[in-house]
């Protein structure tokens, strides 16, 4: 690495977090670790860590992504989670990947193929997020048929998505309703895997007695859920306004708080490039956006919005001291700092102690943004037990 500024991916960590998640919660048979987007922008190598953790099924959004994860694991069932373009049946198939078939259309062009392979497939029904997925009985009987009567069609799976988390709202429970009410008369517990709940729903309702397997993405990579409902007076009144409306909408019962330890693995770090000292009135950055206060110390680093950090990030900490951002181009920052900053010091963008929640909370986003945020310039450090991996997307 030349340009001191990496993000730093701890896999043990990672690994940890899937333990626990297991641990606490056995009673599911297949834990799908969702990796799209390079794991969330993790890194796709990331997924042995997952699987060593307790992940036993992976999910993906294409083809491609699927592909890539055979070059660390050639054994690990994958879904890709939207339909493929069937003219790449044989890529998916010499790969052993399983599709989703989200529509009768769909499934007849698939049916009509003179298949000679069996092809491992899940039902994607849509229960309410109008995205993928079937959505009547009718069409959900007939596909059902034309599996049961092609051999080379094994219907592995059947699932579905939540558009909410459900905790204030009715729309999880009318999810719920809408997947059984499509379901009548079709023995789901004859379907091998059946999975709904994505992290978020996962933690904070009880387990669905239909479901033995759940979707886990940003909860794998440090996020568990919980909420602050205890803590200060506008989490206690926002937690009393909730209860309100849970009863008057008689929505069922959610769980708020969790003893999940996880945590992120994920952080990034750059290295004070440059220092100047800077009189008071003079301007900093483009547009001479910034004026001095006071005489101060101003320190450049070798990061900026093409690596996906701008002045919106407020803070760096370097040495665990926060100083602020006030200046923000393609490349740099400039941060104001005072006379103790070093040539070549450590700066934490995120990590200990700016936390990824407190970014993403000020940028307005959540943490799947900020992860998707940080570009693939710059460089990742991937640290296992035993060693340290430096890698260039
Ligand atoms: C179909 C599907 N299932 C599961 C997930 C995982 O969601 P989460 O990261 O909230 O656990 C996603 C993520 O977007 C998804 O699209």
């Known amino acids: ?13 990672l ?11 056995p009673d599911y048979k297949y834990y799908f670790g969702v990796v799209k987007n390079n794991a969330y922008h993790h890194g796709i190598r990331v997924v042995n860590s997952l699987i060593e953790g307790g992940v036993n099924y992976l999910a993906v959004s294409s083809l491609e992504e699927a592909i890539e994860i055979r070059r660390y694991n050639c054994t690990i069932p994958i879904l890709v989670l939207e339909p493929i373009d069937l003219d790449f049946l044989d890529d998916a198939m010499n790969n052993h990947i399983t599709l989703t078939i989200d529509n009768l259309k769909y499934l007849s062009f698939l049916n009509e193929l003179k298949l000679p392979y069996q092809v491992n497939i899940h039902l994607k029904i849509d229960s309410g997020m109008n995205r993928l997925g079937f959505k009547t009985h009718k069409d959900i009987k007939t596909a059902m048929r034309i599996i049961s009567e092609n051999k080379m069609l094994y219907l592995e799976g059947i699932y579905s998505h ?26 789901l517990e004859d379907i091998p895997i059946v999975h709904l709940d994505r992290s978020l729903t996962f933690v904070t309702h009880e387990k669905l007695s239909f479901v033995n397997g759940v979707r886990l993405g940003i909860a794998l ?26 009863k008057r909408h008689h929505i069922s019962p959610t769980i708020l708080e969790n003893n999940l330890h996880l945590q992120t693995a994920f952080k990034m770090y750059s290295t004070v490039m440059s220092l100047r000292s800077v009189k008071k009135g003079e301007f900093v950055g483009y547009n001479a956006s910034y004026k001095m206060k006071e005489d101060g110390y101003v320190a450049t680093i070798p990061v900026g919005y093409a690596d996906g950090v701008t002045k919106n990030f407020g803070y760096v900490a370097i040495r665990n001291k926060r100083y602020p ?7 740099m920052i400039m941060v104001l700092v005072d006379k103790t900053i070093k040539y070549k010091d450590k700066v934490e963008i995120f990590g200990d102690t700016i936390s990824v929640r407190e ?6 986003v959540n943490a799947y943004h900020l992860f998707n945020q940080i570009s693939t310039r710059v460089v990742r450090i991937h640290k296992t037990k035993d060693e340290e991996l430096e890698i260039k997307y």
Not at 1 to 13: N, S
Not at 325 to 331: A, F, L, P
Not at 359 to 364: D, E, K, M, Y
């Open 359 to 364: 970014v993403a909370n000020r940028l307005g």
């Open 325 to 331: 951002i006030i200046s923000d181009s393609m490349d």
């Open 15 to 25: 690994k940890k977090n899937t333990e626990e998640i297991v641990h606490k919660y």
């Open 1 to 13: 690495m030349y340009r001191k500024t990496y993000v730093e991916i701890d896999e043990e960590q």
């Open 221 to 246: 990579y440090g996020f568990n859920g919980s909420r602050n409902i205890k803590n200060g007076l506008k989490n206690r009144l926002r937690e009393m306004k909730r209860k309100i409306y849970v």
């Open 162 to 187: 939540f558009a909410t988390s459900g905790i204030q709202d009715e729309y999880y429970d009318r999810q719920v309703d809408t997947f059984l009410e499509l379901m009548k008369d079709i023995h």
